[in-house]
């Protein structure tokens, strides 16, 4: 009866080890994306809002590639937002309704060179990746440009529509500033299988 005992215990001793190291890989394995994220954020233009704005975003993050995705395409959602914003704003004076329309130009401009990023980063490949990086850091820094110019156009503009057009353009440009940090990240680290066979 004793050594059926022991063994049981034995049995359940080895259950509970198992079970335990099972738990502890898996959860190491769960926390790995978030600390992708936070070692790539750490050292963006604005951290905390790369942060908040990667650790939430709905798909897995596994590898820079992943992340510096995810952060363009929350960079072209917030800029279609912001150009939908823009495109319903009623202006007070001509000087305001040329800011405006100047800046909805920059801002469609903006969505088409952050599509175009998205694009190029989804499409990577190892025989074109120095070119195909290129591409992106120029597309995505061209619509950072838009971003700041539209913001340039309201120096001459008082009002709510200019804080308001103020607050959103900014961030849209701290969110693609961040992508723009994670591309170059993922320039540097194009020795990892990054790309497509």
Known sequence: MASHFSFFVTLLILFLSLSSEH????????????DLVRS???????????????STYAGPAKTPRDLALAAVKVSLSRARKVSSFLASVQSESKREQAALSDCVEQIGDSVDELSNTLSELKHLRSGTFRWQMSNAETW??????????????F????????????RKIRNVARVTSNAL?????????RRKAVFHP
Not at 40 to 54: G, M, Q
Not at 181 to 189: G, H, K, V
Request: with cysteine; charged share 25%.
């Open 40 to 54: 790539s954020c750490v050292h963006a233009s604005y951290p905390n809002i790369c942060l908040r704005t990667l």
């Open 155 to 166: 120096m001459e503009v008082d009002g709510k529509v200019r804080s308001d057009v103020k």
């Open 140 to 153: 995505i820094s061209a619509a950072l440009t838009n971003e700041d110019t539209c913001l340039d156009g």
């Open 181 to 189: 940090y994670l591309i170059n990240r993922l320039d540097q680290t």
């Open 23 to 34: 738990n502890y890989a898996t959860a190491k394995n769960h926390d790995a994306p978030q």
